[in-house]
């Protein structure tokens, strides 16, 4: 298993001084300022899978996804399940298994369970295609269809429908066996509808275009040649009115979906449908909470609930939805501004943290340390710039292009960036050879986190020295576009948003590894630094479409980041028994919830804390500008600080720092006697920090 931290995690316009705040014009945010025709070196990665074996010949001409909603689909065998809300889905052996997912929950792992509640599948034909396999015929943001080639079956799965769409293209007999017993089974007059009960409880419905004929075992359904297109749905409870919105809604369906970002702090969600009527579908409850800030023509259905790991899904009616977050303010520097009387202790600070830099004496040659020292030297630029300290800054500016352009032009000795026409996408060099070099990012493992640490030097840097960013801005742009290209068109070489996942509003980071729970995220404060360094960069080379994109990708990862992985006392999002115990989450995964860590077991409360606060900077207050909330989650961690056998120092300076936000005097003592920092932080960090509270 490729670990995402390991365990030495221990752990513009140019814009000038405290105050300044950029919120990005309306703008569309497809026309990022790129050179699209610049690539790293091209290389031929040995640790890869091929994507030729589950992916159309159509589709292999472009970029293609690495961080997906159905990823395991494409990987190894093909058969680990997926969540597409509100089902866990798997497919296998010429067939398609349905699962409306139990729970199972306990104080350290929250998990949903899968059992094969429906398997349908039909009898195998001649006709071509990788026999008892699936194949990809489309994507996009909201959906994949799962082709059975040999067997006449297409799958329109789309994410949010409380319906199983198939298409069965040629007449052909269907079986759908389950592992429950069948209880009651029954059809309407014209056989177009049938409800069958299980000993489970669930009730199921299946519609069908024209009249089907179906029989029944104790365990399997059966059917004379059909064709045409069967939903299946769950009936959520036994209450007559649920099934009637099903029927309403039964006849029309979607085939596939898009979020549009046309404008700053808003997606908008578009389904191609098919039939008539209006469309159903579920939203989970950041959906909601968007929906009710933006300018919708739904109608949130409150009572058809469906449960699932990120909260009650409920029904939405409309063809679009617009989602609409709260405006975000980017800014270089802290938001209040540094107090005069603490400035002397943070250039003493500085003084010494800016001496001590010497890109010669640096050792590590991955691509996540290297990156962080590059970002802990630029945060030093910008306390200066605040402080008005300007004697230090040409020395930084010396480090940062001393360590930056080794990697830009491909001169770093023992590493590199370099470019992967398979998948489409930045690796590095160790990452080509070996799947565990660089904690993965050879198989696209924590994009975001790597190369989020570079672009903000590169922003940094850019805005102290806009010759130098003009020089080089051809790979600045190749490396942001890695995980922040929109349009595959406009740019080939990059696959569409790599890392976030524009229906669970927040980022994934595992990459090409097939997981049994799916794709997962460990750190999201990185996650969010990523997006936020993108509009810093926007805003130090005066492009308004990528100072739009990364507010907007930045305030929604905030806002995924409160809503499940923030666990507040007394929430009831999560079991009683997993909240009571827990005020953060170890790893998030679109299956499992988990207090665990990559590289620390839940008990180190202060990593858990500390993953979800690094690296510690301006847009740091965003995150966590909930004060009670901060307090319940200082409080819960200091304990853990006296653990036996000691705890690292860089981790106890994230600790102190939130502890800063409520009781400023006692963090700043405990921070000036610390001995020792994180490996993207600092003294001068963590005093600006701390001297940037507000005694409000």
Sequence with gaps: MITIHHLQHHHSTIVHHNQTRIKPPSATMVNIQTNTSYIFPQTQSTVLP???????????????????????????????????????IKSSNSSLSLSYPSRQASSAVIFQVFNPDLTI????????????????????????????????????????????????????????????SILSFS????????????????????????????????????????????????????????EAVLDKYSSCYPVSGKAVFREPFCVEYNWEKKDSGDLLLLAHPLHVQLLRNGDNDVKI??????????????????????????????????????KEESHDEIVSAL???????????????????????????????LIAEELNYPDVIPKVRNFLKETIEPWLEGTFSGNGFLHDEKWGGIIT?????????????????????????????????????????????????SIVQDFLNLDTKLNSNYTRLRCFDPYVLHSWAGGLTEFTDGRNQESTSEAVSAYYSAALMGLAYGDVPLVALGSTLTALEIEGTKMWWHVKEGGTL?????????????????????????????????????????????????????????????????????????????????????????????????????????GGNSLTNLLWWIHSRSDE
């Design 429 to 477: 060099q160790k990452g080509s050879t070996d799947a565990g070099g660089d904690f993965g990012f050879g198989i696209y493992n924590d994009h975001h986190y790597h190369l989020g640490y570079f672009i903000y030097g590169i922003a940094v840097l850019t805005k102290l020295d806009p010759a130098w960013g003009r020089k080089y801005k051809p790979q600045a742009y």
């Design 187 to 242: 059809s309407n007059d014209s056989n177009t509808k049938y409800t069958f009960q299980f000993n489970n409880g669930q009730t199921w419905l299946l519609y069908a275009t024209s009249p089907i004929k179906l029989n029944h075992t104790l365990s399997e359904i059966t059917s004379n040649a059909f064709s045409g297109i069967i939903r299946i749905a769950l009936l959520p409870d036994s209450d007559s009115k649920h």
């Design 351 to 381: 003084s010494k943290d800016v001496e001590s830099l010497d890109s010669s004496s640096i050792t590590t040659t991955e691509s996540y340390f290297y990156g962080k020292l590059i970002a802990r030297a630029a945060r030093l630029v």
């Design 574 to 678: 999560y079991e009683k028994e997993f909240t009571q115990e827990n005020r953060v989450m170890g790893v998030l995964w679109s299956n499992k919830r988990d207090t665990g860590l990559w590289f620390a077991p839940a008990e180190w409360k202060e990593c858990r804390l500390g993953i979800q606060l690094l690296p510690l900077a301006p847009i740091s207050e965003a995150i966590f500008s909930n004060v009670d909330f901060v307090k319940e989650l200082v409080e819960w961690t200091l304990p853990a600080l006296d653990r036996e056998g000691g705890v690292g120092e860089g981790w106890k300076g994230f600790v102190y720092a939130l502890e800063g936000v409520y009781d400023n005097e006692s963090a700043l003592q405990k921070i000036r006697n610390l001995k020792g920092f994180d």
């Design 121 to 180: 599948s039909a009898p195998q034909g001649p006709k071509q295609g990788p026999p008892g396999k699936h194949l990809i015929s489309s994507y996009s943001d909201l959906s994949v269809t799962l082709d059975f080639p040999s067997s006449n079956l297409s799958f329109f799965l789309v994410r949010g429908s409380p319906y199983l769409t198939v298409s069965v293209t040629q007449p052909t007999p269907l079986s759908i066996t389950t592992i429950h």
């Design 301 to 338: 259905l409150e009572d058809l609930k469906y449960k699932s790991i990120d909260g009650d899904l409920v029904g939405v009616v409309g063809d679009s939805w617009v989602l609409k977050t709260d405006p975000l303010f980017v800014t270089w520097h802290s938001i209040k501004g540094i």
């Design 50 to 88: 091929d994507p030729s074996k589950f992916f159309s010949s159509n589709l292999l001409s472009s970029p293609l996804p690495t961080n997906s909603f159905f990823q395991n689909f494409v990987l190894k065998n093909g058969d680990q399940q997926e969540y597409i809300h509100p089902y866990l």
